[in-house]
Nanobody, 114 residues
Framework: QVQLVESGGGLVQPGGSLRLSCAAS????????MAWYRQPPGKQRDLVAI???????NYADSVKGRFTISRDNAKNTVYLQMDSLKFDDTAVYYC????????WGQGTQVTVSS
């Protein structure tokens, strides 16, 4: 059974940084692409960043140059480094494993507030 557990969310001031982690278990992590999504209050869940099994990455325009997705296949973990955070980055962040079935973590809250 695939399990994804996110951590690292919290409260941060505008311009600050956070690093989210997502630990995967129950599958061969290294062969799948991984992604981070976010869902602001009252809005739909949108793709933030994706990293392929080979390491290539892609980002939503709203986070390009500020967020970095990475993975450590030895630790079955994907990361999202978030820098220069803005109020609009406030959301619940979810990691996702992109196999034939898309799996989701439980989400971690990121709040950007002064």
């Amino acid at each position: 059974q695939v399990q994804l557990v996110e951590s690292g969310g919290g409260l941060v001031q505008p311009g600050g940084s956070l690093r989210l982690s997502c630990a995967a278990s129950g599958t061969i992590f290294s062969i799948y692409s991984m992604a981070w999504y976010r869902q602001p209050p009252g809005k739909q869940r949108d793709l933030v960043a994706i990293i392929a099994y080979g390491g290539s990455t892609n980002y939503a325009d709203s986070v390009k140059g500020r967020f970095t997705i990475s993975r450590d296949n030895a630790k079955n973990t994907v990361y999202l480094q978030m820098d220069s955070l803005k109020f609009d980055d406030t959301a619940v962040y979810y990691c996702s494993l992109l196999s034939r079935t898309q799996y989701w973590g439980q989400g971690t809250q990121v709040t950007v507030s002064s």
